[in-house]
Every structure is written in C-alpha cells, then in structure tokens.
C-alpha cells in the first residue's frame, strides 16, 4: 500500500511537469530548426546544455556564489523581521506608527534602491546581502505579525489566570501561533532573496571575491552570449527552486514542535 500511494504521488505531481518540460524542449527545438531562429535571437536546447557544459566552472562558482549571499542575507531578514514583528505586535503605536514605512520599502522596485545601496556601502558582496535583506525582509515582518496577533483574546485571558509572566505567555502561546505564519513568510522570502541576490550581483558583481549569477546575466548580455544568457537564467531559475525547498523543509523540521495542534 504504502508502494502505491509513493507511486501515485509520483504520478500526480512529478511526472506533470516532466512532460511538460519534455514537450516545451522538442517544440522549441523544433521552431529554431523550422523558422531558421538566428542563434543570437533564441538559441536551441542543445546550444544552451553546450554553454552550460563549456561553462560549467564559471556557473558552478556563480552559483555557489550567488546561493550564499542570497542564504546569509535571508538569515538576517529572519532574524530582524521577526524581532520587528514581535515589536509590532507589542505595540500598537509602534505598529503604526513604523508599519507604513516597511510596506513603502517593499513596493521601491528592486532596481531603484539597489544602486543607492550600492553608493553608501560600496562595490562586493556587503551591498549584494543589503539587497537581498531588504527584499526578504517584509514578507517576515507581516507574517510574523499577523501571527502574533492571531491568538485569541480567550487564550491570553486562560494564561492570565494562571499567572503566567510577559515571557511565558510569549513562549507558549504567542510563539507556537505565529509559527506557521513564520514558516509562510520565510517561503515567500526565500525566492525573494534569490532574486535580490541576482540583481545585486547585476550592479555590482562580487568585487575580488568573484562574479555572481546577476554579473555573468550582465556580462552575456554586454558580450552578446544569447545561449549563455539562458544558461544563467535557467540555473538561477534552479536556484530559486532549491533555496524554496531547502529553506521550506529546514523551516517546518526546525520549528514543527511549535506548531499547534486543533
């Protein structure tokens, strides 16, 4: 029984986007091959897995590169967006007084405070995990939040007569409410930081450190290296699959003995 129901899962959620992404490779494949596509303009898959191979050292590196900032500047989002949630959940004047001001931080576009972060704290890899912190930061901050707001009011007026103090109230039932909300908000900031790694790495590389995924986009497209370019974007693409993943299953076994149960 428990063979089958490994293989119906398989079945229904595996073997769907395999075929599709079988399919999507022969049509294009073929539309180059038919309508004669000029190289520069769409190249074929077997040019893009040929960049990818001749490439492999400089994408491998990119990536580890890329992966790292994107993960340090995550861990930080999580660590200050949460304190700032528990603040915001504390205080309502705090709340709001300081709540509009991190949703203006989230609708800047990306590309319009990068170079200002790029300017005060200069070229490397600092400025590239200043970007990817403040795109993965509000995701946290609202979840966390949210979460600690939704606890009934019931609940407290239960740990209140028990006497329970500020912390424990905090530690047992404030915490274990906002914990699948933290595990939401750490999901969706997960693909963020990818992408606020990838367009910090686009202004301003690594420095000496080395050139993430966003400066070998810049320098493919500057260099006119059309299959290079979507051998770049396809592996940033799995990146961000990968850190969603990692990041969701370290999330869920780290903080499931909070969860609560109904």
Known sequence: MSTRRVSRWVVMNL?????????LVVFWDLAVRVFDIKKFIA?????IVKAMISDRADLLRACWLTGRAAVVGLCISILVGTSIGVL??????????????AIFLQTVPVVAFAPLLVLWIGYGVAS?????????????ITNVTVGMLAVPKSYHELFGMYG????QRFWKLQFPFTVPHLITGIKVSAGLATIGAIVGEYFVGHGASGLGLGFMIR????????????????LSTLLGVAMFSLTSLLAETVLKRWCRTD
Do not use: C, H
Not at 15 to 23: D, H, N, W
Not at 90 to 98: D, F, M, N, Y
Not at 128 to 137: G, N
């Open 219 to 234: 320098q493919a497209v500057d260099m006119n290296r059309t299959e290079r370019l979507f051998a770049v974007v396809l």
């Open 15 to 23: 073997l769907p986007p395999i075929v599709a992404a079988v399919a």
């Open 164 to 167: 329970a103090t500020s912390w």
């Open 128 to 140: 590239v995990i200043a970007v990817t912190f403040v795109l993965s930061l509000f995701p946290i």
């Open 43 to 47: 190249p074929s898959p077997a040019e």
């Open 88 to 101: 915001f959940a504390k205080s309502s004047i705090v709340r709001r007084g300081l709540y509009p001001y």
